[in-house]
C-alpha cells in the first residue's frame, strides 16, 4: 500500500464513525466511576482524580492548575467542532514521505506535480480538464478556472478516489459529468458558482463516502438531486442559500447518510417528514438558519443522532417533547441564541445520556435546579450568565466564569477594581463633604451660589455610598458570589443602591446644567438683571431633586414593564443593553442616556465656550497688560478642565450606550470600569473644579489659617510681658495679608462673573 493512502486512511468515514460510536461506549463505561469519584466530594465539588481533596465548580476547567495533580485541567475539551479539526486535513493532499517521488502516471500536465498516481494542479489557471493516465487515483484541481464539467469528461479514470474541485468558476455541470467514476469516495465542489443540480448527476458514485458542496448558490434542490449516493455517508451544503429541503424525505436517495452539515442557510421549516428516511443520521448541523417552529416529532425517526445544533435560528417555541426520542443517543445539544420564550422544567427530562449542552444567548427567568439534574452525565453546558451555573452544581465544567464585571467567587472579579472601588468612594465622600463643611464655615460672596454648590456636594456624595455599598457587598459574597448573585440581583438592596447611583447621577447632571446656565446669563449678559433670587433658586433645586427621583424611581414601579431594571448586572447600574431587556426598559434608558444627559452635556460645553469668548473679547480693566493675560489664561484653565472632566465622564457612557443599542458586543470589562472609574469621575472632581480652585475660596482658606496662627501664636506668647506688648502693637500679622496675587484675584472674585 502507498504511504500516502497509510498516511490518510485513518480519515475513512466508517472509522470515524467508529470512532463516535467508541466515544459513547467509553462514555457509559466512566459513568459509573464517575458517579463513585463524585460520591466522595459534596454537591458543587469535585476530586482531584483519585486524591480525597475535592475543588469547587468555579475552578474546574479555568485554564490554571489548582489540583496537585492537575486533574482539574484533565478532559476539559467538549469536542465541540472536533469534526472540523478533521475537515482541515481534507482540504489539503496528506503529506508524502520526502524519498516518495516517482510517478507513475504516464501523461500529465508539465504544470501540474506528480507523486505515485496522485496529481495535483493547484492555481495553475486552467480552463478545463487536463488530460491524465487512466490509472490516477487522486486529483487536485482548486483554485483554477474551470465554468463547465461536460459530460464523460471523467469517464476513463476509473480507479479515482479522491476528486478536489473547490474555489473554481463551476457553473455548470452535465448530467453525465461524473459517469465511470465508481470508485470516487470523496468529491469536493466547494466554493464554486452551482445554482443547481441536475436529478441523476452522482448516478455513478455509488461508492462516495464524502460530498462537500459548501458555498454554492443552491437555492433550492430537486427532491432527485441525490440520485444514486446509496454509501454517502457525510454532506456538507453550507452557505448554500437553501430555502428549503426537498420533500418528502431529504435522505430518501442517501440511506446511509451519517453526517449533515447545513450551516448558515435560509431554512425555514423543518419537520417529521423531511427527516423521516434519515434513521442513519448521527450528527446533524443546522446553526444559522431561519428555522421559527420545530414540530413536536420532528427527530422522532433519528434514533442514532447524537449531535444537534439549532445554535442562531429564530426558534421561538419548543415543544416540551421535542427531544424525547433522542434519549438515548444524544450526547451534545446546542439550541444557543435563540429567542426562546420559555425553557421547561421538563425539556431535557429525558436526555440522561447528553454530556454536553449549550445555552447561550437565552434567557431562562424560571430557571430552576431540577431542570438540570436528571442529566446526571452532563459535563459541559453554556449559559447566557454564569449567575445560572449555580444551578448547574453537578456539572464540572459550567461556562461563562465571569460577565467581566463578577466572576464564580466575586462580585468583582478584578482585584483592581476591588481595590478601586473603595478608594473612589473614600475620595468622592471626603471630597464632598469637605467641601460642605467649609462651605458652610467660610463666609460665601454669592449665598445662593454657595447653597447650590453645597446640594451638589450632597448629591454627589450619593455616588460614593453606592460605592461604598457595592465594597461591601463584594467583601460579603468574596468566595461565594456564583451562589448569591441572582438573588442579590433580584433583592431591594440592590434596586436600592442602583436608585441612588441613578438618583446621584441625574440631579448632579440637572444641577451642573443649572449653575452652567446661571453663570452664562451673568457673564454673556451682565446687565439683563436675570439673576435668579432666593425664592427661584429654591424652587430651581427643589425641582431638580424631584425630578431626579422620579427618574429613579420610574423603573421601580412596574416591574412587568421594566423588568429587572437596576439588577441586569452585579453593580446594579442600568448602563448596557441587551437583546433580553424589556423595550419599555431600553427605550427609557435611552431617553436618559442619550436624550436627557446628552443634552445636557452639549448644553454646558456650548455655555462654557461662549463664556470664554465672552470674556476673552470684553474682558475686565486690569492695571496692565500682564495682569489681564494671568487672569484670562486662569479662567481658561478652569473652564477648560470643567468641561473636559464632563466629557471624560459622559462621552464614554454614551459610546457604550450606542455600541450596546447597535447590538455590537461589549466585553462585560469595559462596562465595570466605566461604572468604577468612569462614572464616578464628576461626582469626585466636582469639589475640586468648583470649589477648591476658585480665588475666593483660596482666598478666604489663607486667611482663616492665618487668623488661627495668630490666635496660636497669642496663646503661645501671653506668658510673655514683652511678646504681648509687641502683639498689641502690631495692628495685624504679616501673614494675614493675602499675597499680590490673591489680593487681584479677588478684585475678580468681586465681580458676579467670576463666582
Not at 367 to 396: D, E, W
Not at 678 to 694: C, G, K, Q, R
Not at 695 to 722: I, N
Request: proline residues 5%; contains cysteine.
Amino acid at each position: 500500500m502507498r504511504a500516502g493512502k497509510l498516511q490518510s486512511s485513518w480519515m475513512d468515514v466508517p472509522l470515524i464513525i467508529f470512532f463516535i460510536h467508541l466515544t459513547q461506549t467509553q462514555v457509559k463505561v466512566l459513568e459509573a466511576s464517575k458517579v463513585e469519584e463524585e460520591a466522595r466530594c459534596p454537591l458543587g465539588q469535585f476530586p482531584c482524580g483519585n486524591m480525597s481533596e475535592c475543588l469547587p465548580q468555579a475552578l474546574q476547567c479555568n485554564g490554571h492548575t489548582d489540583c496537585p495533580n492537575g486533574a482539574d485541567e484533565w478532559r476539559c475539551g467538549d469536542n465541540v467542532g472536533w469534526a472540523d479539526l478533521i475537515g482541515e486535513t481534507l482540504w489539503n493532499r496528506p503529506a508524502m514521505p520526502h524519498f516518495v517521488n516517482d510517478c507513475f502516471l504516464q501523461e500529465y500536465p508539465e504544470i501540474c506535480i506528480c507523486i505515485q498516481t496522485d496529481i495535483e494542479c493547484v492555481e495553475v489557471n486552467l480552463l478545463g480538464v487536463p488530460p491524465l493516465s487512466a490509472n490516477v487515483t487522486w486529483l487536485s484541481l482548486k483554485s483554477n478556472k474551470i465554468q463547465v464539467l461536460s459530460d464523460f469528461v471523467f469517464s476513463k479514470y476509473t480507479s479515482l478516489e479522491r476528486l478536489f474541485l473547490q474555489n473554481n468558476s463551476l457553473q455548470l455541470i452535465s448530467k453525465h459529468a461524473f459517469s465511470g467514476l465508481y470508485n470516487l469516495k470523496r468529491l469536493f465542489l466547494s466554493e464554486n458558482l452551482i445554482s443547481s443540480l441536475t436529478p441523476g448527476v452522482f448516478g455513478d458514485l455509488n461508492q462516495l463516502k464524502w460530498l462537500m458542496l459548501d458555498h454554492n448558490p443552491l437555492r433550492s434542490l430537486s427532491q432527485d438531486a441525490f440520485i444514486g449516493l446509496d454509501s454517502l455517508m457525510y454532506l456538507s451544503m453550507v452557505h448554500t442559500s437553501l430555502q428549503q429541503l426537498p420533500h418528502p424525505s431529504f435522505c430518501q436517495h442517501m440511506p446511509a447518510l451519517d453526517w449533515l452539515d447545513l450551516e448558515g442557510n435560509q431554512i425555514q421549516t423543518l419537520n417529521y417528514s423531511i427527516l423521516k428516511t434519515c434513521g442513519k443520521l448521527e450528527v446533524l448541523l443546522l446553526m444559522d438558519n431561519r428555522i421559527k417552529t420545530v414540530p413536536e416529532n420532528t427527530f422522532q425517526s433519528l434514533w442514532k443522532l447524537a449531535e444537534l445544533n439549532l445554535s442562531s435560528n429564530r426558534i421561538r417555541e419548543l415543544p416540551k417533547t421535542t427531544f424525547k426520542n433522542l434519549a438515548k443517543s444524544l450526547l451534545k445539544l446546542n439550541i444557543s441564541h435563540n429567542p426562546l420564550l420559555h425553557i421547561y422544567p421538563s425539556h431535557f427530562n429525558h436526555l440522561t445520556h447528553l454530556q454536553s449542552l449549550a445555552l447561550e444567548g437565552i434567557e431562562i427567568p424560571n430557571i430552576q435546579t431540577k431542570m438540570f439534574l436528571p442529566m446526571m452525565n452532563l459535563s459541559y453546558i453554556y449559559f447566557k450568565t454564569f449567575q445560572y451555573c449555580s444551578y448547574a452544581p453537578h456539572v464540572r465544567s459550567c461556562k461563562p466564569n465571569t460577565d467581566g464585571i463578577s466572576s464564580f467567587e466575586d462580585l468583582l472579579a478584578n482585584i483592581v477594581l476591588r481595590v478601586s472601588v473603595w478608594v473612589m468612594a473614600f475620595i468622592t465622600c471626603f471630597g464632598n463633604l469637605l467641601v460642605i463643611g467649609m462651605r458652610s464655615l467660610i463666609r460665601a460672596e454669592n449665598n445662593l451660589h454657595a447653597a447650590c454648590i453645597k446640594v451638589l456636594c450632597c448629591a454627589d456624595c450619593l455616588m460614593g455610598v453606592y460605592l461604598f455599598f457595592v465594597g461591601v457587598v463584594d467583601v460579603k459574597f468574596r468566595g461565594q458570589y456564583n451562589r448569591n448573585a441572582l438573588l442579590w440581583m433580584e433583592s431591594v438592596e440592590c434596586r436600592t443602591i442602583g436608585f441612588l447611583a441613578m438618583l446621584s447621577t441625574e440631579v448632579s447632571v440637572l444641577l451642573l446644567t443649572y449653575l452652567t446656565l446661571e453663570k452664562f446669563l451673568v457673564i454673556v449678559f451682565p446687565f439683563s438683571n436675570l439673576r435668579p433670587g432666593k425664592l427661584q433658586t429654591g424652587v430651581v433645586v427643589s425641582s431638580i431633586w424631584l425630578m431626579g427621583f422620579i427618574i429613579a424611581a420610574v423603573p421601580l414601579m412596574n416591574e412587568e414593564v421594566f423588568g429587572n431594571y437596576y439588577g441586569r448586572n452585579g453593580v446594579c447600574f442600568p448602563l448596557h443593553s441587551d437583546m433580553q431587556e424589556k423595550p419599555t426598559a431600553r427605550r427609557y434608558s435611552t431617553g436618559i442616556f442619550l436624550g436627557l444627559n446628552l443634552v445636557a452635556f452639549l448644553v454646558i460645553v456650548f455655555s462654557y465656550s461662549s463664556m470664554f469668548y465672552s470674556i476673552y473679547k470684553t474682558g475686565i480693566n486690569a492695571t496692565d497688560l500682564r495682569s489681564r493675560l494671568h487672569r484670562d489664561v486662569a479662567v481658561a484653565n478652569r473652564f477648560f478642565f470643567i468641561v473636559f472632566s464632563d466629557a471624560l465622564c459622559w462621552i464614554p457612557i454614551f459610546l457604550v450606550k450606542i455600541l450596546s443599542l447597535l447590538e455590537v458586543e461589549i466585553p462585560g470589562t469595559i462596562s465595570s470600569w466605566v461604572v468604577i472609574f468612569i462614572l464616578p469621575i464628576n461626582s469626585a472632581l466636582n469639589p475640586i473644579l468648583y470649589t477648591l480652585t476658585t480665588s475666593f475660596f483660596r482666598e478666604q482658606v489663607e486667611v482663616l489659617l492665618c487668623q488661627w496662627q495668630r490666635r496660636h501664636t497669642l496663646k503661645k506668647d501671653r506668658k510673655s510681658l514683652t511678646s504681648s506688648t509687641i502683639f498689641m502693637e502690631t495692628p495685624r500679622a504679616p501673614c494675614c495679608q493675602p499675597p499680590a496675587y490673591l489680593q487681584q484675584a479677588s478684585m475678580i472674585s468681586a465681580d458676579p462673573r467670576y463666582a
